[in-house]
């Protein structure tokens, strides 16, 4: 194998095989698919366990549509509205409202704030329809009914509010436990990499894992020409901004001018040879991961010093 020191295209073109050779190529395809599907294998296995442990507390019903969601919150009020009428109907206890917080924190719980408050109003509602005089009427006779209705619903509110809360930070803190672990495995896969294109194959399938969603590595020279590796079928626009990332060294944002159209964001990881490496994520509008910058630019730098590490063995050798 041929290998011209000064240029990590050589190194990364050609681990194993020349590419120039018909048959080289349709193996080394074959080989970069394996890769990244043993890769992708690896990844998830490894993250099994933290996975499992975000289910434990993560029921999925987050993802429910959101009128499954307060349908739930309604039959949670429902149940909780039949209870209360079962004991009513043989004694009368003080403080019967407060069955009504149980649905309001379940909702929290299950689903987040929106069905949360929503029934802590059913929560009052409901109260108010079948436990004050005049019962099945919305009108309140006594006035300390009154008071007691809106201290329900202030209840409810409050409660919904530190379940929602409390919610979130669980689900936060299960994702940056899955990310943590993912990261690890990707560490150790790039220490134990055999060459630039295992490692970019890698970095590929890390991403692509860790934000679900579509992640392109490209090598820019310095005469601008691109080499495209993942999502190759970037618009004119988005490779501008590719190279816009590679010049000035900058991130550039998906949605702002002038690559308001683009659909990727761009991260650069320069390396010590004549090119430089830009990182590409096609996030969800809608759903831009907050830490995102952080990941990808940690990631880059690791790309960026593997490939650096195959580029000093390629001029020695």
């Known amino acids: 194998m041929e290998v011209r020191p000064s240029h990590l295209f050589d190194v990364y073109k050609s681990p194993h095989v020349s590419p120039w050779n018909s048959n080289a190529r349709q193996?080394?395809?074959i080989w970069k698919e394996d890769l990244v599907m043993s890769a992708n294998n690896h990844l998830d296995e490894v993250a099994t366990g933290v996975a499992a442990d975000s289910a434990t507390r993560n029921l999925g019903l987050s993802d429910?549509?959101?009128?499954?969601?307060?349908?739930?919150?309604?039959?949670?009020?429902?149940?909780?509205?039949?209870?209360?009428?079962?004991?009513?109907?043989?004694?009368?206890?003080?403080?019967?409202?407060?069955?009504?917080?149980?649905?309001?924190?379940a909702s929290g719980v299950a689903f987040g704030l929106g069905p949360a408050l929503f029934s802590a109003l059913l929560g009052a509602l409901a109260y108010n329809f079948f436990f004050t005089e005049p019962r099945f009427s919305l009108a309140v006779a006594d006035t300390s009914n009154i008071w007691a209705i809106a201290l329900l619903f202030v209840i409810g509110c409050v409660t919904s509010t530190i379940a929602s809360t409390k919610r979130?930070?669980?689900?936060?803190?299960?994702?940056?436990?899955?990310?943590?672990?993912?990261?690890?495995?990707?560490?150790?896969?790039?220490?134990?990499?055999?060459?630039?294109?295992?490692?970019?194959?890698?970095?590929?399938?890390?991403?692509?894992?860790?934000?679900?969603?579509?992640?392109?590595?490209i090598f820019v020279r310095d005469d601008e020409e691109l080499q495209i590796e993942g999502e190759t079928k970037l618009t004119q626009l988005e490779r501008d901004a590719a190279k816009m990332a590679a010049v000035s060294n900058e991130i550039v944002t998906a949605g702002v001018y002038?690559?308001?159209?683009?659909?990727?964001?761009?991260?650069?990881?320069?390396?010590?040879?004549?090119?430089?490496?830009?990182?590409?994520?096609?996030?969800?509008?809608?759903?831009?991961?907050?830490n995102a910058d952080a990941t990808?630019?940690?990631?880059?730098?690791?790309?960026?010093?593997?490939?650096?590490?195959?580029?000093?063995?390629?001029?020695?050798?």
């Not at 349908?71 to 009504?100: C, Q």
């Not at 294109?197 to 894992?209: H, K």
């Not at 683009?262 to 004549?274: G, H, M, N, V």
């Open 27 to 29: 193996t080394t395809s």
């Open 64 to 105: 429910m549509p959101s009128i499954v969601q307060y349908l739930g919150s309604l039959v949670m009020t429902a149940m909780a509205t039949a209870i209360a009428a079962g004991f009513d109907r043989y004694e009368t206890i003080p403080n019967l409202s407060l069955i009504y917080v149980l649905p309001v924190v």
């Open 168 to 217: 979130h930070d669980s689900a936060e803190l299960d994702r940056l436990h899955f990310h943590q672990a993912k990261m690890q495995v990707y560490a150790r896969q790039m220490i134990a990499s055999r060459s630039a294109r295992e490692a970019t194959d890698l970095t590929r399938s890390v991403l692509a894992s860790l934000f679900e969603a579509p992640a392109a590595i």
């Open 258 to 290: 002038p690559f308001d159209q683009s659909r990727f964001d761009f991260w650069p990881a320069p390396t010590k040879s004549d090119r430089t490496v830009v990182i590409g994520v096609g996030f969800d509008p809608q759903h831009r991961p907050a």
């Open 296 to 317: 990808v630019e940690i990631i880059a730098l690791m790309l960026s010093a593997t490939l650096d590490r195959y580029e000093e063995q390629a001029s020695h050798a």
